[in-house]
């Protein structure tokens, strides 16, 4: 077969669809050298890092110049179209977004949430349309979903009357580009250069991450833990204005650090070395961060939303993060207890393993097979 995987626009923003896009990469190259892969870009420096997809024989960057970045959305339709009528492949995965309105042929469609249906407030109006309207169209059109977890299979069967039958549940995994084995040098010197111990957010910001809970509680943390910090690790989305101005207002701020969105090379120190991943997230498909920091040995507390028992298990301290004191009182009890967070790294550990590359692509593939008519 020839697989297209369009990731134009997983790829304008380093967040967890394009980082679960990359694992899956890794995993294909890994386990299929029967198959010629596709991938549609418009930011082939992105792959530098996916060594498994470079040494691959049977994989193939097809880059797509875009003279503007803004209107995206738009364009994305138009070019990607255009380079499909020339590829000429026997499936097409879009495993983020929607699929271009020109394609008619197999299409597998991944959906990670439907959190615009759920909050809608969190998304601008335009954002929503696109949601609600290019994003379902796509899933109808498609011959395959992909549901990157149980909550999402439920939310496309209650929401959008997807029938079961369409629906292949596949779990997002790690990529093998996050660098997992730190060194206590490497540690010393990120905690160095952040001023002492930290807690770390990673994530756009918008609304539904609850990243001003996160603050509150930090706040009501910072007169007790005089050497805590906090990172924010992420870009800036929709509604990120509020809690930009509550960072401004906060008496900490000069313990608050917005490095943005950080290089690939650097994730895994910035994990490794914080005292704890906090991820109080109002709604989410995955939680992938959540993932991320179990695999750098790093404990986790998380709401029942972010991290659900389907994912994370019991490799958590799961709290009810829309109270500021209930998320202070979880962390504190989390810098205090050296047996917790012992017991939260190991089980993060044995956790971490059932979500390799090589079973998402393993499964993935298989998707592609019933796609396409073919045989697996």
């Known amino acids: 077969m020839r697989i297209a995987i369009d990731m134009v626009l997983a790829e304008q923003q380093p967040g967890g669809m394009f980082f679960a896009t990359c694992a899956l990469l890794e995993g294909l190259a890994r386990i299929d050298t029967d198959n010629e892969y596709f991938i549609i870009t ?7 890092a996916l060594q498994a997809c470079a040494q691959a024989p049977n994989m193939y960057l097809y880059p797509l110049h875009f003279l503007f970045r803004r209107g995206m959305l738009i364009q994305h339709h138009t070019r990607v179209t255009h380079a499909l009528h020339r590829i000429r492949p026997d499936v097409l995965h ?28 969190q998304a601008s109006l335009y954002a929503h349309l696109y949601w609600r309207y290019c994003l379902q169209e796509s899933v109808q059109r498609a011959r395959r979903i992909i549901a990157v977890s149980e909550q999402t299979r439920e939310e496309l069967i209650t929401c959008w009357s997807v029938s079961q039958e369409r629906i292949h549940l596949v779990h997002n995994a790690l990529r093998l580009s996050l660098r997992t084995e730190i060194t206590p040098q490497e540690i010393h010197a990120i905690r160095a250069r ?32 005089a050497d805590l910090r906090l990172v924010l690790a992420g870009g800036n989305g ?20 917005l490095p943005g969105w950080v290089p690939e090379e650097e994730m895994g120190v910035l994990y490794a070395g914080a005292s704890m991943l906090v991820f109080p997230s109002l709604h989410e498909g995955f939680g992938l961060p959540t993932l991320e920091a179990m695999a750098c040995g790093t404990p986790v507390v998380a709401s029942p939303e972010a991290a659900s028992q389907e994912i994370a298990a019991e490799a958590v301290l799961r709290v009810d993060c829309s109270q500021a004191q209930s998320l202070k009182a979880a ?30 692509g393993r499964q993935t593939l298989r998707v592609y097979h019933l796609a396409a008519g073919v045989r697996g």
């Open 42 to 48: 418009s930011r082939p420096e992105e792959y530098a």
């Open 94 to 121: 879009v495993p983020a977004f929607a699929a271009p309105i020109g394609w008619h042929g197999p299409l597998v469609q991944t959906v990670h949430d439907l959190s615009f249906l759920k909050m809608p407030w």
């Open 238 to 257: 929709y509604g990120s204005d509020e809690v930009l101005r509550r960072v401004s207002l906060s008496p900490h701020r000069a313990r608050i650090h």
């Open 331 to 360: 962390i504190a009890r989390l810098l205090g207890d050296t047996a917790l967070r012992e017991r939260l790294v190991q089980l993060g550990h044995q956790q971490v393993q059932r979500f390799s590359c090589t079973a998402c």
């Open 194 to 225: 952040i001023g002492g111990r930290y807690i770390l957010h990673v994530g756009r910001i918008i609304p539904r991450k609850n990243v001003e809970t996160l603050l509150e509680a930090f706040d009501l943390l910072a007169e007790r833990h």
